[in-house]
């Protein structure tokens, strides 16, 4: 099975509210996504070696089938929290709403970081 790495960060967000963003959704995916049988475990990462944050960004290692239901796991977070804009390997996405998990699963797809 073909495995996809993906990135997801918050560039527009400060430091400690970018934080907060990514532990939220990585509870989430927690719960709600399985690769291959599998709870996903997302680890949180800093962008900025320098910066003395908890980490900024998400990075998982998904195979190919879990990025529809990573997409829509998203979008459903999105929803909740009230987010519009998320960067996914380096594509940001933005205003996000139900029409857009196939923006969503095209930037997953993608290799870029």
Known sequence: MTKVP????FPEESPDKANALVESLAKDLRREVQDDGKHVDPEIVRI???AQ???TA???VLGTPAIIILAKA???WAKRTDRADVTI???RVTNLNSKDVADIVTALSSHRK
């Open 74 to 76: 998203i979008l459903a």
């Open 48 to 50: 900025d070696a320098t």
């Open 58 to 60: 998400l990075v998982l």
């Open 6 to 9: 993906v990135q997801i960060s």
């Open 53 to 55: 944050d908890f980490g």
């Open 89 to 91: 390997n380096g594509l």
